[in-house]
Nanobody, 127 residues
Framework: QVQLAESGGGLVQSGGSLRLSCAASGRTFSPYGVGWFRHAPGKEREFVAAILWSNDDNTYYAGSVKGRFTISRDSAKNTVYLQMNNLTPEETAVYYC???????????????????WGQGTHVTVSS
């Protein structure tokens, strides 16, 4: 079994930055990809970014975060990072990392295709 643990959330002012981490533990970690999703109160969970484990040049972003967020990984540490810059209050949410074992680039933004989820980390952006 794989366990994912997010960290790095907190309170930041509008325009500020945060770096989230997702550390994987358990059996050998070699997923197809790892993604970040967020769930704001009263809204549906949405895809934020993802990275393919085999090739960290393959990254995917939601249009709303492209250019401001950067996903990266350290395979030696089994850790994925999400650098978030120029945050807005509308991005206040619980941020989750998730790992998927199945392939298919077209499924990257689909949270239901992910097998493992962390408990989430809260990000609050004040105005």
């Amino acid at each position: 079994q794989v366990q994912l643990a997010e960290s790095g959330g907190g309170l930041v002012q509008s325009g500020g930055s945060l770096r989230l981490s997702c550390a994987a533990s358990g059996r050998t970690f070699s997923p197809y990809g790892v993604g970040w999703f967020r769930h704001a109160p009263g809204k549906e969970r949405e895809f934020v970014a993802a990275i393919l484990w085999s090739n960290d040049d393959n990254t995917y972003y939601a249009g709303s975060v492209k250019g401001r967020f950067t996903i990266s990984r350290d395979s030696a540490k089994n850790t994925v990072y999400l650098q978030m810059n120029n945050l807005t209050p509308e991005e206040t949410a619980v941020y989750y990392c998730a790992a998927k074992t199945g392939g298919g680039v077209y499924l990257i933004p689909n949270g239901r295709s992910y097998n493992y989820w962390g408990q989430g980390t809260h990000v609050t952006v004040s105005s």
